[in-house]
């Protein structure tokens, strides 16, 4: 009960009337305290579970419409347990990809606190404005892609935002850029499940969720966690893909497994879902991330991935977003 209701009642001097409202918004205070008390303490599980069940719910009254003049046929966001297990590289490779069978690509970089996918492009353009909305950068190949580096004045500047401020900033990147004839928009999430990767859920219409693991991390468990949110918010899982499968020795050729037998096949069978590529350790990969030169990898450790993807999608059944 609040002091103020406890001190006005106390009080005396009050009308008859009021005091019987007053002891009236007392019993409903304590009923509801009572309420609040009956509900069991939820688990970190269940409590994403019914996170990921409003999401669904919100995804049905979706009114966040993307900008009038933007064209977008299928969204698919790449997502992982933890950080650093290679999100951006596959977000960025997967694009690379598709551009190269000759779709239209953009990328929304989600991460706002370790934003990456800019520099992996050799990207520095700013965002502008114009009379139509925010025009995207574009990286050689002609990748769109929009990233929080973009709107600061220093890209090493910190965001030190608030959860509700890169929310609308996210929402921003959806109402307000320019997506251009886009077949494949990447969104690059930021790890873990706060605030910004469930707005990304809820904003977007994404169509499907790639997972990337890393062998030394549990697998099963991040993979089971990824399709339980998945299947609760009716979204697809297309498949998993792992990064730092093994490393190539540069003398003898001979592939070492630095983390250990991947389990990434028999995970991805008992959930039924296909495992969409290995990426080795790879320096070549790293020092291109770094020059801002992905466009230019050579592996086909992901081609399976692109062609699932581009088959998955029959443009001619699904008419484009945004329309
Ligand atoms: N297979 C690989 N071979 C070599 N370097 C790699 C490989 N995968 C990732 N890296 C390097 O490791 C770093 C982390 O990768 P990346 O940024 O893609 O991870 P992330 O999951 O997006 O991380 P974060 O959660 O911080 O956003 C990068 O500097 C990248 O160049
Ligand atoms: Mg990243």
Same mark, same amino acid.
């Given at each position: 009960m609040? *002091? ?16 019987a409202?007053l002891e009236?918004?007392?019993e409903?205070e304590?009923? *509801? ?6 509900e069991?303490?939820l ?14 719910q919100?995804r049905?009254l979706r009114?966040?419409n993307?900008?009038h003049?933007s ?7 790449v997502?992982?347990?933890?950080g650093g297990?290679?999100k ?11 551009k190269r069978?000759?779709?239209q ?6 991460d706002f606190?370790?934003?990456?996918i800019p ?7 700013k965002?502008i ?5 925010? $025009?995207?950068g574009?990286?050689?190949s002609g990748i769109?892609?929009?990233? $929080?580096?973009m709107i ?12 509700? $401020?890169?929310n609308s900033?996210?929402?921003q990147?959806w109402?307000?850029?320019v997506?251009r004839d886009?077949d494949f928009?990447?969104v690059d999430?930021?790890?873990g499940?706060?605030?910004?990767p ?15 693991a890393?062998?030394?991390?549990? $697998?099963?468990m991040v993979?089971s ?7 609760i918010m009716?979204i697809?899982?297309i498949g998993i893909v792992?990064?730092?499968?093994y490393?190539d020795c540069p003398d003898c050729?001979k592939?070492i497994?630095l983390?250990? *037998?991947?389990h990434i096949?028999e995970?991805?069978s008992q959930?039924q ?17 770094d020059?801002g030169e ?10 399976k991935a692109?062609e ?7 443009f *001619?059944?699904?008419?484009?977003l945004g329309?």
């Amino acid at each position: 009960m609040s *002091e103020d209701l406890k001190n006005g009642l106390a009080g005396g001097g009050l009308e008859q009337e009021q005091a019987a409202e007053l002891e009236q918004a007392v019993e409903q205070e304590q009923t *509801e305290d009572q309420e609040q008390a009956a509900e069991p303490e939820l688990t970190e599980e269940e409590k994403e579970a019914k996170r990921a069940e409003e999401i669904k719910q919100l995804r049905k009254l979706r009114i966040d419409n993307p900008n009038h003049f933007s064209f977008v046929k299928s969204v698919i966001a790449v997502v992982s347990g933890k950080g650093g297990v290679g999100k951006s590289l596959v977000t960025a490779m997967m694009s690379v990809l598709m551009k190269r069978k000759g779709y239209q690509v953009s990328i929304i970089d989600a991460d706002f606190t370790g934003p990456s996918i800019p520099r992996m492009f050799g990207v520095k353009d700013k965002a502008i404005y114009n009379q139509f909305g925010i $025009v995207p950068g574009k990286s050689e190949s002609g990748i769109q892609m929009m990233s $929080v580096n973009m709107i600061l004045d220093n890209e090493t500047d910190p965001v030190l935002w608030r959860g509700s $401020v890169m929310n609308s900033a996210l929402k921003q990147f959806w109402t307000e850029v320019v997506w251009r004839d886009v077949d494949f928009m990447f969104v690059d999430m930021p790890p873990g499940t706060g605030d910004v990767p469930l707005t990304v859920f809820q904003v977007l219409p994404i169509a499907g969720i790639i997972v990337v693991a890393s062998p030394q991390e549990l $697998v099963s468990m991040v993979v089971s966690k990824a399709v339980k949110m998945a299947e609760i918010m009716d979204i697809p899982v297309i498949g998993i893909v792992e990064n730092m499968s093994y490393l190539d020795c540069p003398d003898c050729g001979k592939q070492i497994k630095l983390f250990g *037998e991947s389990h990434i096949d028999e995970i991805s069978s008992q959930y039924q879902l296909s495992t969409l590529g290995k990426i080795p350790i790879d320096t070549k990969l790293a020092a291109l991330c770094d020059s801002g030169e992905i466009e230019k990898f050579e592996g086909n450790w992901l081609d399976k991935a692109a062609e699932v993807i581009s088959k998955v999608w029959d443009f *001619e059944k699904s008419p484009p977003l945004g329309q």
